[in-house]
């Protein structure tokens, strides 16, 4: 059973493009979770979905960011217009449940660096 | 104050040692606590739950205080694999987002 899958591992842009990072949740796993983690500084909560839904974006940056999770393929955060101070590392969990389980289970991540 | 506070460290200790980390959460409502553990530019991983009533796991041991609000884990017998940031996450009564503090970083030396 493979476990959460991101692409791309690593991601440059330069300020003022557009960045898509993907995330494929676990086999059976419907809920995605992205958190965003600065360099020297902790994760924190940007958006929960299920398919098709956006259930929580409380963490969400109210500009340039947005993301989906489609009923087929990848859940996809965008970041439109990027700055350097969106230089980070984007991780994406995925649990089976919703808000009965912490089980959240982490990708690799996505590292981005905005030249 | 932040939700979740952790002393970021580093904690240097010779193999062998005895280290505890200690994390404090503002959230009185708060409903369940665990320790991940981050290895260098990795994901986070989870190393155990924290009860009430205190668990351990081999070389590991985390305790809860809900009345203070405080969470710790003990290493016992550090090694050198045990080198890595240490984040100590709190899951709230509503909401489903893990809120992580920022990580205690532990450096296990020969």
């Known amino acids: 059973n493979a476990g959460v899958m991101q692409n791309p591992r690593h991601l440059v842009r330069r300020r003022g493009q557009e960045a898509r990072l993907r995330c494929s949740p676990m086999?059976?796993?419907?809920?995605v979770y992205w958190y965003r983690q600065l360099p020297e500084e902790g994760l924190k909560f940007m958006v929960y979905l299920q398919k098709e839904n956006i259930i929580d974006e409380s963490g969400m940056p109210k500009e340039r960011f947005s993301a989906e999770f489609p009923k087929e393929g990848p859940s996809i955060l965008r970041i439109q217009q990027v700055v350097r101070g969106d230089s980070a590392a984007y991780f994406c969990?995925?649990?089976?449940?919703?808000?009965?389980?912490?089980?959240?289970?982490f990708g690799p991540g996505t590292r981005l660096t905005v030249t | 104050r932040k939700e979740v506070e952790q002393d970021p460290g580093p904690f240097n200790v010779p193999e062998g040692a005895t280290v505890a980390f200690n994390c404090t959460y503002s959230?009185?409502?708060?409903?369940?606590f665990f320790w991940y553990r981050q290895d260098c530019r990795k994901e986070p991983k989870l190393l155990m739950s924290?009860?009430?009533s205190g668990n351990e796991d081999g070389r590991f041991t985390a305790q809860l205080n809900r009345a203070s609000q405080y969470i710790s884990l003990l290493i016992r017998d550090s090694k050198l694999s045990d080198s890595a940031t240490y984040l100590c996450?709190?899951?709230?009564?509503?909401?489903?987002?893990?809120?992580f503090g920022g990580g205690t970083r532990l450096m296990v030396k020969p």
């Open positions: 996450v709190v899951f709230p009564n509503a909401g489903n987002m893990l809120t």
């Open positions: 924290v009860y009430s």
């Open positions: 959230n009185s409502a708060s409903q369940s």
């Open positions: 086999k059976g796993h419907s809920h």
């Open positions: 969990a995925s649990s089976p449940r919703g808000t009965e389980t912490y089980e959240q289970y």
